[in-house]
């Protein structure tokens, strides 16, 4: 294209200032993807030669002596700190170099503890040493300014309340988690003002809230039939926050709020359309002393007047026609557990549900000319119909009459679709 910016000129198609402004434009946009490859490659090269170090340390471990460990166990440590400290006085300006000094100090941090508490016997668990690891890091994010180092910090906070809550015996709740998570938003908020729409503040759009998906899980004890609505608050939180305006203008694919507050309303939907779990809660005794003091109860308080809030501030803009179903089905979920408490027919509501949302997905797919939501309406519907397969008894023919209806539900809808694409073009 910029070659061929003359001959246009010369033919009147474009003014030489035209010319000159899509010449600036792409020129930038080269500089902007090289300088993109650049901060990859270099936060790449420096863990690489971080793990390096220690491949080659530790294959000659056993010949050295205890000082000789020492020293090696401080030494990434140590040039790590002196990477930082140039990048802060001699490359402050240079995402790059600001970016993969860090990272290479952040693995430093923790090869430096492993290998000390293996010189000198420390004894610990792998929780207390990603809790002291995360901690000492912590700084990092903001004295070198480093989204890498926020989102290594994330995702080694997720382990430690899984290994804390999850994997390890005895287990406890991972409370600090949320704690050292607070700690990283003031970031994630800078961030977010700042470049909004940087590949880095997309990965936090995508880590962020996998990992409180992955940890919310650490706070179910012995009432763990409130998670449900704990999760399906959080999941209708995600989807509102992936409906502001901001994220309304982003590639689908970079919302990654709307989309995993989507497909967990959509699982935890599917999972409950078994009556196995309506069965247990109907005949369950909950003591109201000890649920209203439990962990669940207070995730679940929390998380649904989270929803609820950005709900009713969200429908102050909107028409009925408006609303989608995903924001409404967190409300309508706490209404069926309850209705569940005393009765098995909620088992019947949340199929409804499921059903209700995929005939309104298909047609706002239909609506909005987009295959992919149309398709993705249909097969929720068709998972639906999986499920009952397995679940009730029906004879195969009608179960066969069923898929045969879906598959050509499937045909007829692309089809249809496709054809009026071509009848406007």
């Not at 240079?94 to 000390?116: H, N, P």
């Not at 239909?366 to 993705?376: E, W, Y």
Request: one cysteine or more.
């Amino acid at each position: 294209m910029l070659k061929d910016l003359q001959e246009l000129v010369k033919a009147d198609v474009i003014s030489q200032n035209t010319a000159d402004k899509i010449s600036d434009f792409y020129q930038k946009k080269g500089e902007d993807a090289t300088n993109r490859l650049f901060i990859v490659f270099g936060i790449l090269g420096a863990i690489l030669v971080g793990l390096g170090i220690v491949m080659i340390i530790a294959h000659n471990w056993d010949e050295l002596t205890k000082i000789t460990k020492t020293i090696f166990a401080f030494l990434p440590l140590l040039v790590g700190q002196l990477l930082c400290l140039f990048a802060l006085i001699k490359k402050q300006e240079s995402i790059a170099w600001r970016e993969s000094s860090t990272a290479f100090l952040f693995f430093s941090v923790g090869a430096s503890i492993s290998l000390v508490s293996q010189i000198y016997n420390i004894l610990g668990n792998l929780g207390d040493f990603l809790l002291t690891w995360m901690l000492l890091c912590l700084p990092l994010i903001y004295v070198m300014n480093s989204s890498i180092v926020s989102l290594l910090y994330i995702v080694g906070i997720t382990f430690y309340a899984g290994e804390t809550s999850y994997w390890s015996q005895p287990q406890s709740v991972a409370y600090f988690y949320w704690l050292l998570l607070l700690a990283a938003l003031p970031h994630y908020y800078m961030l977010f003002k700042k470049k909004p729409e940087s590949n880095f503040m997309i990965f936090h759009y995508w880590i962020l809230p996998l990992s409180v998906v992955i940890s919310l899980g650490t706070v179910a004890d012995k009432t763990g039939s409130l998670m449900y609505i704990a999760y399906f608050s959080l999941f209708g939180l995600f989807y509102l926050v992936g409906n502001l305006e901001f994220f309304t203008l982003q590639k689908s694919r970079n919302n990654g709020y709307k989309i995993l507050g989507t497909l967990g309303t959509i699982i935890l939907l599917l999972t409950l359309s078994f009556d196995r779990f309506w069965k247990e809660l109907s005949v369950r005794e909950f003591q109201f002393n000890e649920v209203i003091t439990s962990p669940e109860f207070f995730a679940a308080v929390i998380l649904s007047l989270l929803a609820a809030g950005l709900l009713f501030f969200q429908l102050k803009n909107k028409s009925i026609k408006e609303i989608k179903p995903f924001e409404l089905i967190f409300i309508l979920f706490i209404l069926t557990f309850i209705l569940g408490l005393y009765s098995t027919i909620a088992v019947v509501l949340i199929n409804f549900f499921v059903f209700a949302i995929g005939i309104l997905t298909i047609k706002d797919g239909a609506k909005q000319d987009h295959l992919g939501i149309l398709n993705f309406g249909l097969l929720i519907i068709t998972t639906l119909v999986i499920c009952r397969f397995f679940d009730v008894n029906l004879s195969f023919v009608f179960k066969g009459i069923l898929f045969v209806s879906v598959g050509v539900g499937f045909f007829t809808a692309n089809s249809w679709m496709l054809k009026k694409r071509k009848t406007n073009d």
